[in-house]
């Protein structure tokens, strides 16, 4: 049974930093694409981050410069680390694997249940 489980998240001050990690089982992270989607209540997801290796990473513009994607394939994890936080990153963020790495949602097979990430002002 494939699970991807994420931890990390938590209550942060605008500025701070935080690194949420999706630890995968029942399947092996290095022969698929990784993301990292977040959501909003009465949003939809929206795309973050996304890798199938470290040159080919890609993020969304809200992020550029601030989170950095990666993974460590000898613990199966992929990680996120998010600096210099802002309010409006605050939501649930999901990690996923799929086939390909995309800022799409559609390519991701598995699912996270999501970390809660809230950053106050």
């Known amino acids: 049974q494939v699970q991807l489980v994420e931890s990390g998240g938590g209550l942060v001050q605008a500025g701070g930093s935080l690194r949420l990690s999706c630890a995968a089982s029942g399947l092996i992270l290095t022969y698929y694409g990784v993301g990292w989607f977040r959501q909003t209540p009465g949003k939809a997801r929206e795309f973050v981050a996304s890798?199938?290796?470290?040159?080919?990473?890609i993020y969304a513009d809200s992020v550029k410069g601030r989170f950095t994607i990666s993974r460590d394939n000898a613990k199966n994890t992929v990680y996120l680390q998010m600096n210099s936080l802002k309010p409006e990153d605050t939501a649930r963020y999901y990690c996923?694997?799929?086939?390909?790495?995309?800022?799409?949602?559609?390519?991701?097979?598995?699912w996270g249940q999501g970390t809660q990430v809230t950053v106050s002002s």
């Open positions: 996923a694997a799929g086939g390909m790495a995309s800022d799409n949602a559609n390519p991701y097979n598995y």
């Open positions: 890798m199938r290796s470290a040159s080919n990473a």
